[in-house]
């Protein structure tokens, strides 16, 4: 297990994951805390990351789910109950971390099922030494279908030739002029997005000081915060599909991939 990169200088840079988590979920609440087979929620996203990264810290609002990473001998940070994002919840967990780290990564606390791979990948984008903030996509599929590409729960993103996201949307990215939308998966490569993030620790910085941009509100997606002030978004590329959780029927989904 390595929780650094080489860069082309020759420094090494270090990586702490960080996972935010609270308990007042709107359309969830206290998804943290439910047992999927036989763990919590939280637990089963803090093992699956800490096979990838030795530093792992939960950053939280509140004491059940500070008492239960505890109780598994997970590291755990209190954490303000103001956070609009979970990005704003890492930065102030950032603060408070007993070492510094070159690179956060942010795990969202409701995906128990994210892979290792998934992970190094992100690390990866910052061979580049260029790369501010990381992220991932996955190829939307013929599989797939138009019930993925035009659904507005997953944001697509598209790309320019050095792998950086150009736009993010809840649009299905380009619009293929020309031909009919059941043939769009069939005449170009549509990106969806997958919601993990890693960034350098001074940029954390910057990008959690940025007021709500015009395209943030417009599309309700903050990384356009971070792209339309200038920041740029190096993308890596997985073939695994994500298992988020934010309704119970997610959950009854969740745990059937356990059997």
């Given at each position: 297990?390595?929780?650094?990169?080489?860069?082309?200088?020759?420094?090494?840079?270090?990586?702490?994951?960080?996972?935010?988590?609270?308990?007042?979920?709107?359309?969830?609440?206290?998804?943290?805390?439910?047992?999927?087979?036989?763990?919590?929620?939280?637990?089963?996203?803090?093992?699956?990351?800490?096979?990838?990264?030795?530093?792992?810290?939960?950053?939280?609002?509140?004491?059940?789910?500070?008492?239960?990473?505890?109780?598994?001998?997970?590291?755990?940070?209190?954490?303000?109950?103001?956070?609009?994002?979970?990005?704003?919840?890492?930065?102030?967990?950032?603060?408070?971390?007993?070492?510094?780290?070159?690179?956060?990564?942010?795990?969202?606390?409701?995906?128990?099922?994210?892979?290792?791979?998934?992970?190094?990948?992100?690390?990866?984008?910052?061979?580049?030494?260029?790369?501010?903030?990381?992220?991932l996509v996955k190829i939307i599929t013929e599989k797939d279908g138009e019930i993925v590409l035009f659904n507005p729960n997953v944001p697509?993103?598209?790309?320019?030739?050095?792998?950086?996201?150009?736009?993010?949307?809840?649009?299905?990215?380009?619009?293929?002029?020309?031909?009919?939308?059941?043939?769009?998966?069939?005449?170009?490569?549509?990106?969806?997005?997958?919601?993990?993030?890693?960034?350098?620790?001074?940029?954390?910085?910057?990008?959690?000081?940025?007021?709500?941009?015009?395209?943030?509100?417009?599309?309700?997606?903050?990384?356009?915060?971070?792209?339309?002030?200038?920041?740029?978004?190096?993308?890596?590329?997985?073939?695994?599909?994500?298992?988020?959780?934010?309704?119970?029927?997610?959950?009854?989904?969740?745990?059937?991939?356990?059997?």
């Amino acid at each position: 297990m390595k929780a650094q990169n080489q860069q082309e200088s020759g420094s090494v840079l270090t990586f702490a994951a960080i996972i935010p988590a609270r308990y007042a979920s709107t359309r969830f609440a206290g998804k943290p805390l439910v047992n999927i087979g036989g763990k919590t929620m939280i637990q089963r996203v803090y093992e699956q990351v800490s096979k990838a990264l030795k530093d792992v810290y939960v950053a939280t609002d509140d004491q059940r789910i500070y008492d239960e990473v505890v109780s598994f001998g997970g590291k755990v940070i209190m954490t303000s109950d103001q956070h609009r994002s979970g990005t704003d919840r890492c930065f102030e967990a950032l603060t408070k971390l007993p070492e510094k780290f070159d690179v956060v990564v942010n795990v969202q606390g409701d995906e128990p099922f994210i892979q290792p791979e998934q992970i190094e990948e992100l690390k990866k984008c910052f061979d580049d030494e260029k790369t501010e903030i990381a992220t991932l996509v996955k190829i939307i599929t013929e599989k797939d279908g138009e019930i993925v590409l035009f659904n507005p729960n997953v944001p697509k993103v598209v790309i320019d030739n050095q792998n950086n996201a150009l736009y993010f949307s809840r649009s299905p990215i380009p619009y293929y002029r020309g031909s009919e939308q059941t043939e769009w998966l069939s005449q170009h490569v549509y990106y969806k997005h997958i919601g993990i993030y890693a960034y350098r620790s001074e940029v954390l910085s910057q990008i959690t000081a940025l007021p709500q941009s015009k395209l943030e509100i417009a599309e309700s997606l903050e990384q356009l915060r971070w792209l339309e002030n200038g920041f740029r978004i190096k993308v890596g590329f997985t073939t695994v599909e994500t298992v988020g959780i934010d309704t119970p029927e997610d959950l009854e989904k969740a745990k059937a991939l356990l059997l």
